[in-house]
């Protein structure tokens, strides 16, 4: 798996993903074009043997305190195999880099599984906005992140994934927690 800033050369594959995934509330192409050149903006795409497989994006104007997960999307053959948790994680580091203190998103009601993701990584329900995704009228679940927060438990975590232990024979090997996101 290769993941990398995405282009507006990866249009084509992005929107045929965004349809696949949201038949009835795609974004148009010219939104996406829009999302994909904007200075607030900041996309990855994620691909295989040169096959697009997911893409997600940020919004997260310079200087804001919060910013906003736009989408995340991994192709149907493609899932639970830990693509969205890795996509969600260059996300979150991103909004690191920029000084962002609190992240937000919606999910739809009936996502279970990018709820339990979110939740996994310490977002909280915040609100609730119903009927928000037409025309379907799925109730949209607010989310936020303490990004802070998260960094410093993903900085510990790392700490303890890079300890030593001393076997008995004396020469030290590192210890891992078997995580892993592909």
Not at 23 to 29: I, N, V
Not at 72 to 78: E, G, K, L, P, V
């Amino acid at each position: 798996m290769t993941m990398r800033t995405a282009t507006v050369a990866d249009l084509d594959g992005i929107m045929a993903l965004e349809h696949a995934s949201f038949p009835t509330d795609a974004w148009s192409p010219a939104m996406m074009r829009e999302e994909l050149a904007s200075p607030h903006g900041w996309y990855v795409v994620v691909e295989e043997a040169g096959q697009l497989l997911g893409y997600a994006g940020l919004r997260a104007v310079r200087g804001a305190r919060d910013a906003d997960v736009q989408t995340i999307t991994i192709s149907a053959a493609a899932r639970g195999r830990g693509r969205g948790r890795a996509l969600l994680t260059a996300l979150l580091e991103e909004a690191v880099r920029r000084d962002v203190h609190d992240v937000f998103l919606e999910v739809r009601a009936d996502n279970p599984v990018a709820q339990t993701l979110y939740l996994s990584e310490g977002f909280a329900e915040v609100g609730r906005r119903p009927r928000y995704y037409q025309p379907d009228d799925v109730d949209a679940i607010v989310m936020q992140l303490d990004l802070r927060g998260w960094a410093a438990r993903r900085a510990e975590t790392e700490a303890e994934d890079l300890q030593v232990e001393e076997p008995a024979d004396g020469a030290a090997a590192p210890t891992t927690s078997g995580k892993g996101w592909c």
